[in-house]
């Protein structure tokens, strides 16, 4: 299995745009809908149990979590929306957040977004793939718990969810993701490696 991923360490946790740390090298960010399986995803490509944290209360993720990887790029763990139990203040707060770093980071090489693949495609998603799609950098759908879905339906998820993102053409791919089965791990991997082909140039010394 390649490495893309491994040995990642927690750096920082930030509540504030204004907090970000200036960029050391390239970031993948990963957002998704409260309680659609971020942390478990997350915690499944680096290989480890307990980096990103898993509630099983929706809406425990407030900040931006920052984690390293040897190579020096940054895995960006989202606050999850779409969680109605929160105050309005707080919810103001974390769409901010999110929505100036997704469309003002420089140094953010692409989007992996978690989707429950039995409830995909929300209204929030959809507003977050908006968000994101102007930059021209690509992303990257993991429908996770496809566990919880018979192969039938799972392929049926899978075929309508590329139909109806069909119209963003190669910036956006879509794959089915299982935490609790470890499947769909490399080619997530393979998937986000080939964003680095161009982003070598792009966040490497200047000439």
Do not use: C
Request: proline share 7%; net charge neutral.
């Amino acid at each position: 299995m390649s490495s893309l991923f491994r040995h990642a360490n927690f750096e920082i946790s930030i509540a504030r745009p204004q907090d970000l740390p200036q960029a050391m090298g390239p970031e993948i960010a990963f957002a998704g809908r409260s309680n659609a399986g971020k942390s478990s995803a997350i915690n499944t490509l680096v290989g480890h149990n307990r980096l990103a944290f898993v509630s099983k209360t929706p809406g425990r993720t407030q900040l931006i979590n920052i984690f390293r990887l040897p190579s020096g790029t940054a895995l960006v763990d989202l606050p999850g929306y779409g969680y109605a139990q929160v105050p309005e203040a707080v919810r103001k707060q974390w769409v901010h957040l999110l929505e100036v770093y997704l469309t003002s980071r420089q140094s953010l090489v692409g989007l992996v977004l978690i989707m429950d693949s039995r409830h995909p495609l929300t209204p929030l998603d959809i507003q977050m793939i908006e968000w994101f799609v102007p930059t021209g950098r690509p992303i990257h759908v993991l429908l996770t718990k496809s566990d919880k879905l018979t192969r039938g339906p799972a392929m049926q998820t899978l075929a309508k969810v590329k139909s109806a993102l069909s119209a963003w053409g190669d910036q956006i791919t879509v794959q089915l993701f299982s935490s609790l089965k470890k499947t769909g791990i490399d080619e997530a991997e393979k998937a986000v490696a080939a964003w680095f082909e161009p982003a070598d140039e792009e966040v490497g010394t200047p000439e």
